[in-house]
């Protein structure tokens, strides 16, 4: 099969990991596949990055005045378009982050099959890509924003225009499939006006070679942290933000007197209990963090299926989080790992109740491994696209 993917990144964020990990796998299992990115303008196939010196500077200030609509992307949609020419499906992953014309490559692909995996609430909005916790304009069209710093951040808000804009071009394409890795999200593309037979839900892949078991205890020694006693970890890509939850991770590790690890962008006020390990971008080193961790903690306020999680199971390290998004989805059956959204006295009483039988977790860390293995294997998630690439073709 001929497959042409589309994300922003090829680097950076969970889309790009999953995009990345995708097309390798596809290419390994014989399809002819290509991912176009605008991370660089390196062109080995299966990566091909088109990337157009400081167009993304500037369209993030044209985005910002005038909308994602704005976007300048000199050439780049029509490029992606000639590239793609002969191949049978476009797989489309993140299309904002200030380089890309959308409206222009999806109308070369109007009567052509489109799978699209949604990693985030963007195609369902005006603007953003996580709405607030309280915000549901979504549902009824966008408009006075109350949340124009969220990313993609704006300083005046088109997202009423943008959002019916949105709706324009849904309607023309004859042969779309949504893919979302959670139930949560195929039902917000359902009651966004999406036809359930449309949405389908493929869970996100993890390199199970990369995210794999190791010694705790030699993880410990090799970056130097505490080797006899419960370790906590947390893990974003910047811990000030509020979304993501860090105040009730360190909260959490002061109340019970716990050591902690942070991996991503520090706070600028640092806890003592606390090792702050800055921002982990190779896999090796960071599977090294995960295996080293008893529980891993996402108190996370928005999100829909975190890659930090399958990671860390892959690695056969326990989570812990709120109740948000596809996370539950992401549980196994054998484990008692979510707590209500954002109640703290929940999430502390069930990290002591965890931690009281602390033996437990080492006998567990095989049984997380094998979900990793049934449910996230790349070999396994690739199967299931291109069920879903045969889908869209038959639409």
């Excluded at 982050?97 to 799978?115: A, C, D, F, S, T």
């Excluded at 951040?153 to 779309?176: G, P």
């Excluded at 209990?273 to 090796?284: E, M, R, V």
């Excluded at 596809?326 to 109640?343: L, R, T």
Aim: charged share 20%; aromatic share 10%; hydrophobic share 40%.
């Amino acid at each position: 099969m001929r497959i042409a993917l589309v994300n922003t990144e090829a680097q950076r964020g969970g889309a790009a990991k999953v995009a990345v990990t995708l097309a390798k796998t596809l290419a390994e299992l014989g399809h002819e596949v290509n991912l176009y990115h605008s991370s660089d303008q390196k062109q080995q196939p299966p990566m091909i990055g088109l990337r157009r010196f400081a167009s993304r500077q500037m369209n993030a200030l044209l985005a910002r005045i005038a909308g994602s609509l704005s976007i300048v992307d000199f050439g780049l949609a029509d490029e992606i378009q000639q590239h793609s020419v002969n191949a049978e499906v476009l797989h489309i992953h993140n299309l904002h982050g200030y380089y890309l014309n959308y409206q222009k490559l999806l109308r070369h692909w109007e009567n052509r099959p489109i799978v699209w995996t949604w990693h985030d609430q963007w195609p369902v909005t005006g603007r953003c890509g996580t709405p607030g916790p309280d915000c549901e304009k979504w549902k009824t069209g966008c408009g006075d924003c109350a949340w124009m710093n969220v990313y993609p951040a704006a300083w005046i808000d088109w997202s009423a225009q943008d959002y019916r804009t949105k709706n324009a071009i849904y309607a023309r394409l004859n042969k779309l499939l949504i893919v979302t890795p959670s139930n949560f999200l195929r039902q917000i593309a359902i009651t966004r006006g999406f036809s359930p037979n449309r949405v389908q839900v493929i869970p996100n892949p993890v390199m199970l070679d990369e995210f794999k078991p190791q010694s705790q205890q030699q993880a410990r020694q090799k970056l130097g942290l505490p080797e006899n006693q419960p370790l906590l970890l947390f893990v974003a890509a910047n811990c000030e933000d509020p979304r993501k939850g860090y105040a009730d991770f360190a909260k959490l590790c002061n109340d019970l007197d716990l050591a902690g690890v942070v991996v991503g962008k520090p706070p600028s006020q640092r806890a003592a209990l606390i090792h702050y390990a800055g921002s982990i971008l190779n896999p090796g080193e960071l599977a090294g963090y995960y295996a080293a961790a008893d529980l891993l903690i996402m108190p996370t306020q928005a999100d829909n299926y975190p890659n930090v999680i399958i990671e860390a199971m892959a690695c056969g390290t326990a989570v812990l989080a709120y109740n948000v998004g596809g996370i539950p989805d992401q549980m196994p059956d054998f484990w008692d790992g979510v707590v209500e959204a954002n109640n703290f006295s929940a999430l502390k009483l069930r990290c002591q109740a965890i931690l009281n039988e602390y033996a437990l977790l080492a006998g567990l860390r095989e049984r997380f491994r094998q979900h990793a293995l049934a449910n996230w294997a790349t070999e396994v998630v690739a199967k299931q696209y291109i069920v879903a690439y045969q889908s869209a073709m038959q639409l």
